[in-house]
């Protein structure tokens, strides 16, 4: 028999859903195949859900709930929990922070900011802080879940990181010039690292394949790549195959069109001291 999984309750909104749907389930005698009938939701979307790979939307909730009437509308409870116990991110996006925590490599591109796994806390705050949804006694915790984000990158082996940037992230003033330096300079320090690789697409190529916004491909042995696509709204997952071969090609696009990784720190180095150093 195959071993399965324990999840721990306790380490967050994913892993309790996760445990209670499998919980439920087995002591209605369901399979996760016939389980996904009822919810017209595959097998296989149940038990990543019960293994806290994947989050379950509202949709999801709501059907396990009738599927399951005996739970008395649990589900649809511990989603709207999970909302408020986020961990310093909204729930759709925990998809995507497992699969950056299970990831050997991560490719990763921004037109407008710097990624998240390379922020200072500053940069992230300032960012943060703009959100217009954002309150100001939640900023504390949404900058401390970003940078924990970033333990992954200090593993005894950690994932290869991949990022490539629009050079105006480099010129667009996020907080103040004494926040831009020090992002900057953390960016060329982190670039010194033998696992990350960041790259600059130079203002002078003009007009490239990354300019319809930022994305990221993680990738985890034994399984398929899953794909993260930054929008105006709530970012989307998507693990679907032609999704994922399009952001592919476009990531390789612009690290065709990009500057060296040499090159790139020393134009991250020169922006910081002629543009945002005080001195």
């Known amino acids: 028999m195959p071993v399965i999984r324990e999840l ?3 380490a967050g909104p994913l892993n309790f859903f996760g445990a209670e749907l499998r919980r439920a389930r087995t002591a209605a005698g369901l399979s996760q195949d016939q389980l996904g009938q009822r919810l017209d939701y595959s097998g296989a979307q149940v038990g990543k859900v019960e ?55 991560l490719c990763w591109w921004e037109p407008l ?3 998240g796994l390379l922020q200072t806390a500053d940069y992230a705050r300032a960012i943060l802080a703009a959100g217009p949804d954002t309150m100001e006694d939640e ?14 990158l200090d593993r005894p082996r950690p994932p290869v990181l991949l990022a490539v940037l629009d050079e105006a992230v480099l010129h667009r003033c996020v907080g103040s010039p004494k926040i831009m330096h020090e992002q ?11 696992r990350i690789t960041i790259q600059v697409v130079p203002a002078r190529v003009g007009v490239h394949a990354g300019l319809l916004g930022g994305f990221a ?39 065709a069109v990009a500057l060296p990784k040499d090159d790139s720190r020393d134009l991250i180095l020169k922006v910081a001291e002629e543009r945002w150093s005080s001195t």
Request: with cysteine; hydrophobic share 40%.
């Open 113 to 115: 900011v710097v990624p």
């Open 8 to 10: 721990d309750p306790g």
């Open 217 to 255: 491909i993680a990738s985890v042995d034994g399984a398929a790549d899953i794909v993260y696509l930054e929008t105006s709204a709530d970012g989307q997952v998507a693990e679907k195959s032609s999704v994922v071969a399009q952001v592919t090609r476009r990531f390789d696009t612009l690290r």
């Open 184 to 194: 900057l300079l953390h960016l060329a320090d982190l670039s010194d690292r033998p």
């Open 51 to 105: 293994m806290g790979e994947r989050a379950p939307s509202v949709d999801f909730a709501r059907r396990c709930d009738q599927a399951l009437p005996e739970t008395g509308g649990l589900f649809a409870r511990i989603y709207e929990l999970a909302r408020r116990w986020d961990g310093g991110y909204p729930p759709w996006f925990a998809e995507w922070i497992e699969s950056e925590r299970r990831a050997t490599s």
């Open 139 to 152: 900023l504390e915790q949404m900058v401390a879940a970003r940078i924990e984000r970033q333990a992954i």
